[in-house]
């Protein structure tokens, strides 16, 4: 089935209000930022969103957080956006901060049909326990916190350990960027682009790649590709000028 779509307008048209988003990337690699612009040109609201960041204040997630249309989100990492801060701490957004490796973790469960697992990462904090502050009032004090998760006490390798569950994440749409694709939808993901990249692309119910090289069917290598195009339902191909539209995150050389 040919899964290439004509622009990224067309592939975002159908994502409603309140729609929940797994979107790839890893600090600004491999950030759909194409996907992202479309999203935002579309006036779409209210959305749940699960990524490792929030971009930074004026790239990628960012671009939403600042235009109001993001009312949750699922991360690990939120240092590099003041706006995200302001939200969060004004109560104008509601944030569900996760470990990084189990974010990853959830998000391959979903995409695998896994309902939950257990991990050493948060037994004895707040991510056990709960009471994290999800969402604050105006008035500073906590609205939403986190509730307590099951804490089980198995044995590995000969050692008795406490490990806390944690639950699968998956979303009602998947937005993913891809070094490399095919009409089919297989993509090749370049470098960090694949830490998060496939992991949301499979948690995806209906999954969205834009791609910087769209090629023909069967010039991929079958063993050099990093997620099949069974998780993948809509392909954009990037024009060479969005290809070359990159932001570096923080600039440390000059």
Not at 161 to 183: C, N, P, Q, W
Not at 218 to 225: C, E, F
Not at 248 to 253: A, D, L, P
């Amino acid at each position: 089935m040919d899964k290439v779509v004509q622009s990224a307008v067309e592939a975002v048209a159908d994502i409603p209000d309140g729609a929940t988003l797994a979107v790839g990337g890893f600090g600004l690699c491999g950030i759909p930022s194409l996907l992202i612009h479309a999203l935002l040109d579309s006036g779409v609201q209210d959305l749940e969103v699960v990524s490792n960041n929030c971009g930074v204040d004026d790239w990628g997630l960012g671009l939403l957080l600042q235009a109001g249309r993001i009312r949750r989100i699922i991360a690990s990492y939120v240092g590099e956006n003041k706006e995200f801060a302001r939200q969060y701490l004004a109560g104008e957004l509601e944030v569900e901060l996760t470990p990084q490796g189990t974010l990853a973790e959830r998000l391959r469960a979903g995409g695998s049909g896994i309902a939950a697992f257990y991990t050493r990462t948060g037994v004895g904090t707040l991510v056990a326990s709960g009471g994290l502050p999800w969402r604050y009032s105006p008035d500073g004090s906590v609205l939403v916190e986190s509730p307590p998760k099951p804490v089980e006490t198995f044995t590995v390798r000969g050692v008795s350990s406490d490990f806390v569950r944690e639950e699968a994440i998956t979303a009602d749409y998947a937005l993913v960027r891809a070094a490399r694709g095919d009409r089919l939808g297989n993509l090749v993901f370049h470098s960090s682009a694949r830490n998060f990249n496939p992991l949301c692309a499979a948690a995806g119910a209906v999954t969205i790649a834009e791609v910087e090289e769209l090629v023909p069917v069967g010039a991929l290598d079958p063993d050099s590709i990093h997620l099949p195009g069974i998780f993948v339902d809509r392909v954009v191909a990037l024009s060479p000028a969005e290809v070359a539209d990159k932001r570096i995150e923080r600039r440390t050389v000059s």
